[in-house]
């Protein structure tokens, strides 16, 4: 038999009046949700890294390209590029918790999902770097590639729902998962449709133009994904396969 988790362990340590007091949460739980358990159980946590990888890549990616572009236009040209590459690295390292978390003890199906977003998370990667893709022509493609790569994860998350549809921790992570993608798919929308400065040319120019809040709805997106990957990460420490 198994121990209990050490973040459970840690959590209901502290004793106070003969009552056991629950550890105040925050940033440390997230933390020992993530690293204790490796200690004690054998659930890998290379898919969440990936994803915290992924999303820090992206975030340095849009730093790098928004402190720089103002160089020159070729360096601007240059690293407008990046900064795509960087979402698309952050959407598709966001479907490895889910995937992995739900398919865990389904290596075929797991395995399935994982090679069609990484496959589709180059091919972004390498539309979004290509200079031939960059032209207002493509403009509407290079959105429905972020788009279809976003909704991609319908599939594997109705698979989760048909397969524990009676778990808890599945129906809270598809909440998560529907408000992400709600997220992803507004952020995508803006982008094509250069809202709102198409109304008002010009008066958008420093704050709230259509690139801000796609990185701020990136970012939100990233954020609710956290939240649901640390839930995966309790049900499989808990329960295992
Ligand atoms: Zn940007």
Redesign the pocket.
Known sequence: MYPLPLSATLNYMFLKKGKIQREVHGVKEDVMNMIAPQMVRPITRWPFFAFLGGAMFCLLA?ST??LLSCHSKRLSYIM?RL??AGIAALIATSFYPPVYYSFMCNPFFCNLYLSFITILGIATIIFSLSPAFQTPKFRNFRASLFFGMGMSGAAPIVHKLIMYRNQPEALQTTGYEILMGALYGLGALIYATRIPERWKPGRFDIAGHS?QL??VLVVAGAYTHYQAGLVYLRWRDVRGC
């Open positions: 849009s390209c928004h407008l900064d795509y690139h796609f990185h």
